[in-house]
């Protein structure tokens, strides 16, 4: 039994435990990377895929494989990037997990129009400028890729080359798979193709290696449109520059629409060539930044509606404001809040969702709109520092003496007072009717040990780093 054998077999006998969902969410990409002796190693297309199931489906996953292989008795998880590029055709989905059918074709819809032995990367039709959510930072890229749809393919090109740049996860592949799917439906006649870097590097390479470099020129010098994603992966591949420089030539000098997307803009890619950096920025050069507040709450409420999640005005603020980095973030929370509440039943909120995000990046401090921290009534404070110190919130609330039950408290004091602002006869009123000299006391005390003793200086700054606190 193969690899891939033994995963599907696993996969079978997991069908009553987990459901479609969450096999597309976190298990259509994993594979198996090696089988060593008693020992199992499954390949995760993404650090949080990673670590989603080794949190949560470690057991389940390993006891399956047992079944399985009976001598497997330790599993492992590493990432390997590679996957979360590879399509997934439907002969690599289980039956169980399989779609319960393909949806119908509309009537005069067209199809992706490939002349036979021209390869591309398959768009996804969930790629277009309409659901591109538009704001004031993109609004310019955004009205580019309308104008290069607008252009027949018979016309004089406005933009050409079109050059996209900017960081990861900000929407150039959507810009860029959006144009394509677009141009087909409008001009179902014309040959677009919309292509990955390394896809294109591999079939230079292939083709040098049969021999039939020939045949690759002409399969790319036919189409009427030739969309290249991510080239800053060919610095210091000379041969793929080399070919890119010419097949770049042919299709300009015959009015070819081309649209390049990368991280920086030609004149800042390292490695690449000076008379292929001077070609691509030719035509327009469009930078794509990170939106700002306002447009990523838009997009957080636009994906959750595609999936189907009802999620509290708070927490939109909350998501939307804590997305900084890239929007491939806001993706991977919906995926975790729509596996949670199916797996678990649990319902977002501010809570959750920061707990969330300490969980993908432990150093990011959160931001609420409007306040200061994560918490925002004694309850809240109650919970974060019972689920801390593993105790029973009823003994926060309790008259115990135990260090173990008072040493909490008074934290939980303190940080209703230098949290919420909270006055000592109301942290007092809150914490059972105790006279607000006792909690006075108690809150006195915590600093001073704070100063002191390094571990409750810790205990503090990690739960004030639980509540959102710098």
Known sequence: ??????????????????????????????????????????????????????????????SNLKSVLPEIDRLYFRVELGLADTPVGKKDTPAVFAEPKAPRKLPNSP??????????????????LKNFIVGEENRFVHAACKSIVDTKPTEKKKYNPFFIYGGCGLGKTHLLQGIANELRGKYPNAKILYI????????????????KADELRKKYRRVDAFLLDDVQFFEGKEKTQEELFNTFNDLFEFNKQIVFSADRPPSELTGISDRLKSR??????????????????????????ERQLILPPDVQDFIATNVRNNLREVENILNQIAA????????PTVQTMGKMLRKINPDRSMEITGMGSLARSTDEVITIVSEYFQIPATELLGISRKKEIVFPRQIAWLLCKD??????EAIGADFGGKNHTT????????????????????????????????
């Open 419 to 424: 949290v919420l602002k909270m006055s000592y």
């Open 439 to 470: 909690i006075m006391h108690g809150v006195r005390k915590i600093k001073d040990l704070a100063r002191k003793d390094s571990p409750t200086a810790r205990h503090i700054h990690a739960l004030k780093k639980d509540l959102g606190i710098k």
């Open 196 to 211: 990955t870097s390394e896809r294109f590097m591999n079939e230079i390479i292939d083709a040098i290696k049969n021999r």
């Open 340 to 347: 949670e509440g199916d797996i678990s039943g649990i319902s």
């Open 111 to 128: 199809d992706a129009r490939i002349e036979p032995g021209l390869e591309t990367r398959i768009t996804q039709p969930k790629f277009t």
């Open 1 to 62: 039994m193969d690899k891939t054998q033994v995963w599907d077999a696993a996969l079978n006998q997991m069908s009553g435990k987990i459901s479609r969902m969450e096999f597309h969410t976190w298990f259509k990409k994993i594979r198996v990377s090696e089988i060593s002796g008693t020992a199992i190693v499954l390949a995760c297309p993404t650090e949080m895929n990673k670590n989603w199931l080794e949190s949560k489906y470690h057991g389940v996953i390993l």
């Open 280 to 305: 691509m920025g030719w035509g327009l050069l469009a930078d794509l930044q990170m939106p700002k507040f306002e447009t990523r709450l838009a997009i957080v409420q636009a994906k959750a509606q």
